[in-house]
């Protein structure tokens, strides 16, 4: 049996809290797996053959802590938060659920009957607090699958996804996260459970979801739900992205396991959660806008824009949230082409510019998705693309360092131009506003005040606008006259 050693002093509390109130109280869950795993965990799970609640209050008290527990009567559980440590206190239960409804019927139980309602064996292992040991209780063989990277359930399989099928996503989950195997029967049994996700709420899905866009290498996980047939129902607008079409000869590359490639780039070099979405996203539109074209074969004209505007519905459908994060994404998929095509031409400073402007502070994981996507077979073609991407990032950095693009606003602004030519919010002043932007972006005027406004002067005189101050000037000496 393997040993394990808790050295923190909550543990002793939380023995010495059971053996007072003379029940039988476990730590259980994923707290044991990731501590085998030497894997850090901040979230402890004690499960009391008794009442959870009680043993909450008993702890509480015993630390001074009786503010910082947060009771749920109806699902008789309780939270402690002690440190930086979260701990959740539940009675033990034995649970039997109904076909067509994803909640269960719950009745108090052993912490057998306990571990037998866990999803996977290594989610199963218990240490006891009373009598406090370093020993495992395992009864199914968790340890031995933990040793292996095995993820078996407990019970039949069947049963366990049936039951509740998150556990599908879940076990998916949990391969993508710590390169473990699915056991086959239970992969098997998730082929043919699929459908019984569709009792999940989108909500529960997503939090696992995430959890395997966040793995280290997450095409793992997408390969497994794409394999089970999971995919295909939560997640259909990926799944069009799969397979190849040959017209006379001509093939287009499979754009499903091309964006798993660019999603395993780019989690190499961040974690963050958004700008894997966007590596995810970023040739969403493709099969909405390929054409084969005789002259140039395979195209997916405008599929950026269409993909930033498919963003909205997907995020919303998935529950993900619909805030500067959304914006954040489609932003990175409108302008996942533009450093590529930049490195493919001669880069002029007015393309740069204009990137810059465009992508404002984003601009750095806009080039970190950029070179994720550099994903083809030819090392030679890898080779130039990559070093173009170089000379492309030097003149980024120069242009901003001469220019200060990013976060930039022209130097003469709507207010000067209304005060200038004594005119209203308007159709004209935004105008000569894109005027000035667009020429200091083009390089043809300074990024300066004086040269802005001079060339202000001139666009309003294209649009018969005389400036306020000489129009007055006009009035009064016309006026003078007249006496
Ligand atoms: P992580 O901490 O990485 O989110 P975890 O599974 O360890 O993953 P929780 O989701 O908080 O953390 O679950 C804690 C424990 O509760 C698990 O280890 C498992 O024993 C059990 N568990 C959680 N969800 C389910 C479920 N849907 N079905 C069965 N057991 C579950």
Redesign the pocket.
């Given at each position: 049996m393997k040993h394990i050693s808790l050295e923190h002093p909550i543990f002793e509390t939380l023995s010495t809290a059971a053996t007072e109130l003379n029940v039988r109280a476990f730590i259980?869950?994923?707290f044991v797996?990731?501590k085998l795993l030497g894997r850090p965990?901040k979230?402890i799970?004690v499960v009391v053959e008794g009442s959870g609640i009680e043993m909450a209050q008993r702890v509480a008290k015993m630390l001074g802590q009786t503010k910082q527990i947060t009771i749920f009567k109806t699902y008789g559980t309780a939270m402690l938060k002690h440190e930086d440590l979260e701990i959740e206190f539940v009675g033990a239960r034995k649970e039997s659920y109904r076909l067509e409804s994803r909640k269960p019927l719950v009745e108090d139980g052993t912490l057998q009957e306990d571990q037998e309602?866990?999803?996977f064996t290594i989610?199963?292992l218990a240490i006891s607090l009373n009598p406090f040991t370093d020993e495992i209780v395992d009864p199914f063989n968790g340890l031995n699958d933990l040793e292996n990277g095995i993820l078996r359930t407990p019970l039949h399989p069947d049963q366990t996804y049936s039951d509740?099928p998150?556990?599908m996503m879940?076990a998916i989950r949990f391969a993508s996260q710590l390169g473990f195997e699915i056991e086959k029967s239970s992969l098997q049994s998730i082929q043919s459970n699929k459908q019984r996700i569709s009792i999940v709420s989108m909500e529960r899905i997503t939090v696992e979801l995430n959890?395997i866009v966040e793995s280290p290498k997450p095409s793992v996980g997408f390969k497994l739900l794409f394999d089970t047939g999971l995919l295909h129902l939560i997640f259909p607008e990926m799944v069009a992205l799969h397979g190849v079409e040959v017209i006379k000869g001509k093939a287009h590359k499979d754009n499903f396991y091309h964006t798993l490639q660019v999603l395993d780039n780019i989690s190499v070099n961040t974690d963050n959660l958004w700008l894997r979405w966007a590596a995810i996203l970023h040739d969403i539109a493709k099969p909405a806008t390929k054409r084969f074209e005789p002259e140039h074969g395979w195209t997916f004209h405008g599929h950026e824009d269409k993909g930033a505007r498919m963003v909205p519905q997907i995020f919303k459908r998935l529950k993900l949230p619909l805030n500067e994060k959304m914006k954040y994404v489609q932003k990175l998929v409108l302008l996942h082409l533009r450093p590529i095509v930049l490195s493919k031409e001669i880069v002029t400073d007015s393309a740069v510019r204009r990137l810059l402007f465009e992508a404002g502070d984003d601009i750095d994981d806009l080039m970190t998705l950029c070179q994720a996507d550099i994903t083809s077979k030819n090392e030679e073609k890898v080779k130039r693309y990559l070093s173009n991407f170089e000379v492309v990032k030097v003149k980024l950095k120069e242009i901003e360092e001469s220019d200060k693009i990013r976060n930039w606003q022209p130097p003469v602004t709507g207010l000067d131009i209304m005060e200038t030519f004594g005119l209203n919010p308007g159709k004209e002043v935004g105008i000569i506003k894109t005027a000035i932007r667009e020429a200091i972006l083009d390089g043809l005027i300074p990024n300066e005040f004086e040269g802005a406004y001079e060339f202000m002067l001139k666009e309003g005189a294209k649009l018969n606008l005389i400036p306020a101050r000489i129009l007055q000037a006009s009035v009064s000496s016309q006026n003078s006259e007249n006496i």
């Open positions: 259980i869950g994923g797996r990731d965990c979230d799970d309602r866990r999803d989610n199963a509740d998150l556990r879940r959890k």
